[in-house]
């Protein structure tokens, strides 16, 4: 057999392991690529892959896969040039395959999962890619695929086609980018296990003739992409009845169910438990009409540490007023724990800072700051500056941000401030690790004790 490099054996470069032989290896790598894609024409990967493995060595599945990558990618260009000296410059060339197309794509994606993926996956991938779909979501979705043993999240099994028919009805119905269609597939990849037109379609066609527009569909979508999975007539409806019964209007339910779709998974019968709760607490029903369209999430928590919370503040001194004040501003109140979060925090700024029950009570956002990373932190720089008073109680030291505390408040330039607190949030991290180490105990005697006589 002849090629334009002169007579080639079969043995010769490849041995019958499909490996290259000695006297290829100790070659450049340029040469023997035109030589086998004249000789070998189909075989031409193949070879690539087998001089990539031996020039990858000892180095990894990833790195190996990486010189194979870049094998495959020289050899196609190589392979073009050639065929394209062959049929000269009147012919077009071939299109190459989605998986010379994902070269550098599929590289980051094996970094993130950590194992090669198989070709099959690529023109999935493609697909999902060629809509926007980025590498940290395409990397979720492999991982998925490859480790998941939940079959119902494995969506690269879907064909390409009908895969592609069904993320551009998504991308139709729903003003999306390419990253939020990829998270919203990795929050529930069963959106796409059937065709939407026969499933989601009728989700929105029921909740745009209650008054959801297409810009709160897709916010909806992107916040809870599950809720369209929800039947009509046995979910939605019975909950969107329950709104009404609770006096809120109904042109007020879109924008309760941007606020917060889950509320749409929680039984009506627990619902019901926290309005009464609300309004045994002191809620009035046109406050808790209110506080529910601002604040949905009320409907939802657990009643069991809603009631923790309400009896510590009533242990505190907190009038029913007050308390209905402090809910209706900082409602994430009930989802702090009571003994980690809320009662380290009004011990701080009852005992250390001078603050009253009623101060935190008026100004409860001040709760929802963190203790270690906002309130000690500017609390001691403040003391170390010399300008903290025990009077010192207004807010507004605490709410601003970490430019206007510095320039406005301790008077000093903000990288002054950012480098102190770096090194307190460092050696506060430092005195926890010590306090929480476990001392080395010796080793545990087997065996019952003996009974002294």
């Known amino acids: 057999m002849k090629s334009g490099l002169g007579t080639v054996r079969p043995g010769g470069w490849l041995n019958r392991l499909g490996r290259p032989s000695s006297s290829l290896r100790r070659g450049t790598s340029g040469t023997w690529r035109i030589g086998v894609q004249q000789v070998y024409g189909e075989g031409l990967v193949a070879c690539a892959r087998s001089v990539a493995r031996v020039q990858g060595g000892r180095r990894g599945p990833l790195r190996v896969a990486r010189a194979i990558r870049g ?10 040039q050639v065929d394209d000296a062959d ?11 989605a998986p010379l197309l994902l070269n550098g794509v599929r590289l980051q994606i094996e970094e993130e999962v950590g194992q090669i993926l198989p070709d099959h996956l690529l023109p999935q991938l493609a697909c999902f890619a060629s ?7 395409l990397s979720k979705l492999s991982r998925m695929q490859l480790t998941s043993k939940d079959a ?6 879907i064909p390409e086609d009908v895969l592609r028919e069904r993320l551009a009805w998504y991308d139709s119905c729903f003003d999306l980018t390419g990253k939020e269609l990829g998270k919203a597939v990795c929050r ?7 065709s939407p037109e026969t499933t989601t379609a009728k989700r929105v066609q029921y909740l745009t003739r209650r008054g959801v527009d297409k810009q709160q569909l897709t916010k909806v979508f992107k916040k ?4 369209f999975r929800l039947d009509v007539t046995k979910s939605m409806e019975p909950r969107f009845t329950f709104f009404e019964q609770l006096g809120i209007p109904k042109a007020m339910h879109p924008a309760l169910l941007v606020k917060d779709p889950a509320i749409m998974n929680r039984s009506i019968t627990s619902m019901e438990e926290n309005a009464l709760f609300l309004l045994e607490i002191g809620f009035d029903p046109p406050s808790l009409q209110l506080v529910l369209v601002k604040h949905p999430s009320l409907l939802r928590y657990n009643r069991k540490s809603m009631k923790k919370i309400v ?6 001194g907190i009038t029913k007023n007050e308390r209905v004040v402090l809910i209706s501003r ?8 009571l003994e980690k979060n809320l009662m380290a925090k009004f011990s701080y700024f009852c005992r250390t800072l001078n603050w009253s029950v009623h101060d935190l009570s008026m100004s409860p956002q001040v709760l929802s700051l963190s203790l270690k990373g906002r309130i000690l932190g500017r609390h001691q720089f403040l003391v170390q500056k010399g300008l903290f008073d025990k009077d010192f109680k207004r807010r507004r030291w605490l709410l601003v941000t970490d430019d206007d505390f510095a320039r406005t408040i301790a008077k000093c330039e903000p990288e002054e401030y950012k480098k102190f607190l770096k090194k307190f949030v460092k050696s506060t991290k430092a005195r926890e690790g010590a306090a929480t180490r476990k001392k080395p105990t010796g080793t545990r005697p087997r065996g019952r004790p003996r009974k002294k006589k």
């Open 71 to 80: 094998a495959e990618a020289e050899t196609a260009e190589t392979a073009s």
């Open 311 to 316: 009896y510590f503040f009533s242990k505190l």
């Open 87 to 97: 049929r000269g410059s009147g012919s077009p060339a071939p299109t190459s395959a």
């Open 152 to 157: 119902k999240g494995k969506v690269l099994k």
């Open 188 to 194: 529930d990849p069963r959106i796409l296990q059937c």
């Open 330 to 337: 900082l409602p994430q109140v009930f989802s702090m724990s």
């Open 131 to 137: 809509f926007g779909v980025e590498v940290p979501e």
């Open 224 to 227: 809870s992409p599950q809720f």
